[in-house]
């Protein structure tokens, strides 16, 4: 089975810092792999155990991307294709849906691709479901639990009250979730091995035709939500403590 | 708490240049891999309630006890120095954990120099992944410092050596499958490979009443008509085990400078976050010119901490010779982690003083500057090449 797998090197939202306006700090923020797509990563390279064949790693960002491409391989990733775009030149959700998708019909017959629920940073969750249309793939979004057999792809999808059971024909492209599966950590010796796989480089001028869509959509203001923490030091004996922790729930209204 | 910051970037980059990307990939995942696994277990195992074998394990299936070894062995080949970066992560995460992990390696580092090929295809790959833990016995009740002064005697009878004495304050005794032992022989001091099931060893009460480094198991081996077979245990040539000893320790202080580095650098995290949100006289922690003065301090000493352990283990991937260079810095990472844990200590106050989140940090620290050296003995060294007459 030949799987490409998605993923974005991510703002770490842990690092990133504000101007006094309250505009994140992008230029210069450290990245990583984003959270959820680890979770994708791992999907797929427990569908390349069970059933054989390649993963593709398929990112589209900046040059520091490519550590997110080898930690993915270092995960189990056969190979890496990297589209080259800038934080300044990135296209939006639709575009980079646009980029990917040429770049997948050019990898040739592909059988699943795998992407998560959303980027860590910014979170539209909006790339899988616009690829999809544009490979002309059924989509099945959030599966909490993938399975392939006989060239088939059966998902869950968790509800409050229920589980719905959605299967289609591969290919296929599907999302998952945090809770899908728990990511593995790759050992030394596959950090190495995956440091010495190739990565192959698309420049964004190589994929771009006359369909390409102009959607006129526009992010015009990017400001982080500030959270504001109270340290607050309660001492005394346990009981003590205690009663005055339930009075200070209380104050702040959580109780 | 990120363990892999851009200071191990900038370190890599200025030793080892182009390679410097894919040792930051390897440190990077392994720092990862620490924060998730081992880092949360660590205050637990200082308070009796964790198991090291536990955070051991991690550290053994992501593959620390093979960074430097040859591939033939299981090994993978890297520079000592990544080690030697690895092993302050690792420190940083948890102390014990990597102290115990760094003397398991000293064993292996042994068997490697100075074993025969049978020894080496024995042991070595089970000792590089972790199947086998392994224990180094050198000093004794009565000696520490003057290590040849020691009392355990080993007795030729026919093809077996009879082990006869007592070793003191043993890091993984009780749990290691082997035992590096040192003990006299007629021709000198030799090292033997004793096995942990040896009918002859026998291991004391744990010593639970240690400052720090409380997550590690520490004890007393006796040696007591220990029989082991000459040709499968005796490690090197019979008397050469004393010089054989030093060889090891100087690689060794390298290991116990970077996990004094690593343990110096997570208690000056937790100070550091600690001095920017703490408020006092309308003002941050932070913003007081004496709190900056022990923040820049901090940095300054790891910094130089850092790169003299670092210097020394470039040394020795050159095959020169580093015995003082390790001396100094050893000394000077041990020294610099006390006295940066007591500055956290002090920055945290009252906090400081009674969390042991804070404070293992020193006492962790504290050990180091007496074990595998100490502080006096290894200034004793570093004097000594200074006053050999230069050629």
């Given at each position: 089975m030949n799987i490409v797998v998605l993923l974005k090197n991510a703002v770490d939202e842990a690092e990133l810092r504000a101007d006094p306006s309250g505009h994140p700090i992008l230029k210069g923020a450290a990245t990583k792999m984003s959270n959820f797509d680890k979770n994708g990563v791992e999907e797929a390279v427990r569908q390349k155990e069970e059933h054989g064949g390649t993963i593709t790693v398929l990112t589209l960002g900046g040059a520091d991307s490519k550590k997110a491409i080898r930690e993915a391989m270092a995960m189990g990733g056969t190979k890496g294709v990297h589209i080259l775009a800038e934080p300044e030149a990135a296209p939006d959700s639709l575009g980079t849906a646009y980029y990917l998708a040429k770049a997948i019909k050019r990898i040739g017959e592909v059988d699943l691709v795998v992407c998560s629920e959303g980027a860590s940073d910014t979170y539209q969750g909006q790339v899988g479901a616009m690829l999809a249309e544009l490979l002309d793939m059924p989509f099945l979004a959030y599966a909490k639990k993938v399975e392939v057999v006989g060239g088939k792809i059966r998902c869950e999808q968790g509800f409050e009250r229920g589980v719905r059971v959605l299967e289609t024909k591969l290919p296929a492209v599907v999302s998952v979730l945090s809770e899908t599966n728990v990511p593995r950590y790759p050992t030394l010796l596959q950090v190495m091995v995956a440091s010495k796989k190739a990565i192959e480089d698309v420049q964004l001028s190589a994929l771009k035709e006359s369909d390409y869509p102009e959607t006129g959509f526009e992010v015009v203001a990017l400001t982080i939500q500030p959270v504001n923490r109270k340290r607050l030091i309660l001492e005394g004996q346990p009981e003590e403590a205690a009663k005055k922790l339930l009075m200070a729930l209380k104050q702040e209204g959580v109780l | 708490m990120k363990l892999f910051g851009p200071e191990h970037e900038r370190v890599l980059l200025s030793l080892y240049g182009d390679a410097a990307s894919e040792f930051d990939d390897l440190l990077r995942s392994f720092s990862a891999v620490l924060e998730a696994k081992v880092l949360p277990l660590s205050l637990g195992l200082d308070q009796g309630k964790g198991d090291i074998a536990e955070t051991r394990r991690v550290l053994f299936d992501q593959g620390l006890s093979k960074l430097s070894y040859p591939e033939r062995y299981g090994g993978l080949a890297l520079p000592f120095g990544v080690y030697a970066l690895a092993m302050e992560l690792a420190g940083a995460a948890d102390a014990s954990t990597a102290m115990s992990i760094g003397i398991h390696n000293t064993v292996a580092d042994a068997i490697a120099q100075f074993g025969s090929e049978e020894q080496r295809r024995r042991l070595l790959p089970s000792l590089l992944s972790g199947e086998k833990l392994a224990a180094f016995a050198l000093t004794e009740p009565s000696s520490g410092s003057d290590?040849?002064?020691?009392?355990t005697r080993a007795a030729k009878d026919g093809k077996y050596f009879v082990l006869d004495g007592s070793k003191m304050f043993i890091t993984n005794a009780g749990e290691a499958d082997v035992y590096l032992v040192f003990a006299s022989t007629p021709g000198g001091h030799s090292a033997f490979l004793v096995e942990g099931?040896?009918?002859?060893l026998k291991v004391g009460s744990p010593l639970r009443e240690k400052l720090g480094m409380r997550g590690s198991h520490t004890a007393e081996v006796r040696l007591e008509r220990c029989h082991v077979a000459a040709e499968d245990s005796l490690l090197g040539e019979e008397g050469a085990g004393f010089e054989g000893a030093k060889k090891l320790l100087d690689s060794s202080r390298v290991i116990m400078g970077m996990i004094c580095v690593g343990i110096a650098r997570t208690a000056y995290l937790k100070a550091l976050a600690y001095s920017r949100s703490r408020e006092l006289f309308g003002k941050k922690l932070s913003d007081f010119q004496l709190t900056r003065e022990k923040l820049a301090d901090g940095v300054i000493e790891m910094n130089a901490s850092r790169l003299l352990c670092m210097h020394a283990a470039r040394l020795k991937e050159r095959g020169l010779t580093f015995a003082s260079e390790a001396a100094q810095a050893k000394v000077l990472a041990t020294e610099m982690s006390a006295r940066t844990c007591d500055a956290a200590i002090q920055l945290l106050g009252g906090y400081g003083y009674t969390t042991d989140d804070v404070h293992r940090h020193w006492r962790d620290a504290r050990l180091l500057a007496i074990g595998e050296g100490a502080s006096e003995v290894l200034r004793l060294l570093i004097a000594s090449r200074e006053l050999e007459p230069k050629t």
């Open positions: - | 290590a040849r002064s020691m009392s099931s040896n009918s002859g």
